[in-house]
């Protein structure tokens, strides 16, 4: 045998290798943790992995995945929920996220938030393709991506602090961009300016101001505004009073922004919302369409109800359609609308009955408690490579 001759194993070994496209194939399939381990194997693994291209290949297979799922009911899908007052810390005193099965809020595992809170107030304002966007009381923005071990605190924005300010996180598919919507507004006389508009693009890492020609102004005593703005149909939704005619009649409105275009158009609510007395409304997604929600008293005396109407058709007003109706004994906020379609509400307390957290179906009106101290913020969750190609970010 010459020295160049290999040994008969290393042949069969060499011949049996898959092609380097089906080893990347099969890689786009796998969960994110199992591929991020895998970045280890070697150079020309870690180099393909970390490419934008197989990044987008791997959320999309997973994307679909999950929509699969959800619109056959042959799986679960996932949450993650913090509370929304960081005095709530585990053992090294970080504030922790929990991920757990969206129809039946049953806790999988506990995640760490690597940065830090100052005391106070914290929400989730959204989440997109495994990236999740946070903010403080003193509206410090973080993106974070828990699966890839990556987060980015985004610079200050043009205008500062003004008063109350509403937030928004979506993902621009077009353009494979990240963007945070912050619209500012002034309690005291209401009406919001073209100036008090931001939007924050991850691609160009800065704050922009944008302009919108209606005169609006952000319901400062909406409880919607301490919730997502849903993302449905390539636009974030929110609550919003508008001057409408010669008279400058203020009119209530649903509020969106196209995240590709960043075109202002305003939504007509359901007929038969507006003569409820309301409590609280809230919007939300519901099977991808846009669902308005809103809490009231009920026939019965001293009783609350929820009611959720359904645009089935985006942006016509004929194609609302009152999906239920679910009786409460007592005054109760939604924390969330979950996924499948039950409700997260957190029932207040009264002189007999002390405050509780209870998830009810929205089907058969089953309710189940849970053993939770404090409200708080709930988004959609899945793993994802998000971030892991990107530049300027804080690896822990």
């Not at 709530?88 to 049953?106: G, I, K, Q, Y």
């Not at 800065?206 to 919730?227: E, H, N, P």
Request: proline fraction near 4%.
């Amino acid at each position: 045998m010459s020295e160049t001759t290999e040994p008969p194993i290393l042949l069969l070994r060499r011949k049996n290798d898959l092609p380097d496209d089906i080893v990347l194939n099969i890689l786009t399939r796998l969960p994110a943790k199992s591929v991020i381990r895998f970045r280890c194997v070697c150079k020309p693994w870690n180099s393909s992995i970390t490419t934008s291209y197989f990044i987008s290949t791997h959320l999309n297979n997973f994307a679909h995945a999950h929509d699969t799922d959800t619109d056959t009911d042959n799986g679960d899908g996932y949450i993650i929920h913090m509370p929304s007052h960081t005095r709530a810390m585990n053992s090294s005193n970080r504030p922790v996220c929990t991920v757990a099965l969206d129809r039946t809020f049953d806790r999988i595992f506990e995640i760490e938030i690597p940065f830090d809170f100052t005391s106070g107030f914290s929400q989730i304002v959204g989440s997109c393709n495994g990236l999740l966007c946070l903010v403080t009381s003193t509206n410090v923005i973080y993106l974070w991506n828990p699966s890839v071990r990556k987060f980015k605190r985004l610079p200050d924005t043009w205008l500062g602090n003004l008063g109350f300010v509403k937030l928004g996180f979506a993902y621009h598919a077009e353009n494979n961009d990240y963007k945070v919507l912050k619209i500012s507004s002034y309690p005291w006389t209401g009406l919001n300016l073209t100036d008090d508009i931001e939007v924050y693009s991850l691609s160009s890492d800065s704050w922009r101001r944008v302009g919108m020609s209606l005169r609006a102004k952000v319901k400062v005593w909406d409880d919607s505004c301490l919730s997502l703005a849903p993302l449905v149909s390539g636009a974030l939704h929110w609550m919003s009073r508008v001057v409408e005619g010669e008279e400058e009649r203020e009119v209530e409105v649903i509020m969106s922004f196209d995240v590709n275009s960043e075109e202002f158009r305003t939504l007509r609510m359901p007929d038969g919302a507006m003569s409820i007395v309301r409590c609280q409304t809230r919007l939300a997604s519901f099977k991808g369409n846009l669902a308005f929600l809103t809490c009231g008293r009920s026939e019965q005396r001293g009783a609350y109800q929820y009611s959720m109407w359904v645009m089935r058709e985006y942006g016509v007003l004929e194609s609302w359609n009152k999906l239920f109706v679910v009786p409460l004994e007592r005054f109760s906020v939604c924390i969330a609308f979950i996924m499948c379609g039950s409700l997260l509400i957190h029932c207040h307390k009264t002189n007999n009955q002390e405050q509780k957290f209870v998830l009810v179906d929205s089907e058969t009106l089953h309710e189940k408690d849970f053993d939770i101290q404090q409200p708080l913020c709930v988004a959609t969750f899945m793993e994802s490579l998000t971030l892991l190609d990107g530049a300027n970010m804080v690896s822990y």
